[in-house]
């Protein structure tokens, strides 16, 4: 196209004609014409064109008068409220915290932050802060080192000396980390020690 589309008054829009380098378009009126500066300027004086104009700048008005819409607003909400139980479970997760205290913690903050609408309707408990942490941070997390993992050689480990006790072995990765430039361990899944109901397994084990 010959004419440049970085002028404020054509560059919302004129735009490249895709069959002829020479020829260019008007995305409101999907009209066609020579791509040249007096051609442009005819075109935007025409009464289809500035119809067009006026009627996209009645509407930018009336959507800057009207706002948000209530559901937007209520949409907004929803997803605030989820990201502070995702952070709030994350803190839990990654300092180790016993689930049990985020039953007194939730009340409490409400108590603290009686302004904030986001604090008010937070719920969470136990239950909820164990399902957040298993099914969305860590199944984020195992996903991302997941990917990690196709691209390096890794070595995987698992505790020998689990107790007959202890029904399930953790298992954990060892590879280099390029986001942080060393070798880093890091959890991977946990195995059963036994088959399930696999009773003659346990008294083999038990006889050893």
């Known amino acids: 196209m010959l004419v440049r589309k970085n002028r404020d008054d054509v560059g919302v829009w004129l735009d490249s004609d895709p069959t002829d380098k020479f020829k260019g378009i008007c995305k409101w009126c999907s009209s066609a014409f020579t791509a040249n500066t007096s051609t442009i300027e005819k075109h935007c004086k025409t009464s289809k064109h500035l119809a067009e104009q006026n009627q996209r700048k009645s509407n930018t008005s009336i959507s800057r008068f009207v706002g948000p819409s209530s559901q937007d607003i209520k949409l907004n909400h929803k997803k605030a409220v989820s990201r502070a139980e995702l952070v709030l479970s994350g803190c839990f997760a990654a300092h180790n915290i016993p689930m049990r205290f985020i039953d007194h913690l939730t009340p409490s903050l409400k108590l603290a932050f009686r302004d904030?609408?986001?604090?008010?309707?937070?719920?969470?408990?136990?239950?909820?802060?164990?399902?957040?942490?298993?099914?969305?941070?860590?199944?984020?997390?195992?996903?991302?080192?997941?990917?990690?993992?196709?691209?390096?050689?890794?070595?995987?480990?698992?505790?020998?000396?689990?107790?007959?006790?202890?029904?399930?072995?953790?298992?954990?990765?060892?590879?280099?980390?390029?986001?942080?430039?060393?070798?880093?361990?890091?959890?991977?899944?946990?195995?059963?020690?036994?088959?399930?109901?696999?009773?003659?397994?346990?008294?083999?084990?038990?006889?050893r």
């Open 116 to 207: 904030s609408s986001i604090c008010k309707d937070i719920e969470m408990k136990r239950m909820k802060c164990t399902r957040v942490i298993t099914n969305v941070i860590g199944a984020s997390h195992k996903e991302d080192l997941r990917e990690k993992l196709r691209n390096v050689k890794f070595s995987a480990l698992t505790d020998e000396s689990t107790p007959f006790n202890v029904k399930t072995a953790a298992i954990a990765v060892r590879f280099y980390d390029r986001t942080v430039s060393r070798i880093v361990t890091r959890f991977w899944d946990l195995s059963d020690v036994f088959p399930k109901d696999d009773f003659e397994a346990a008294r083999e084990a038990r006889g």
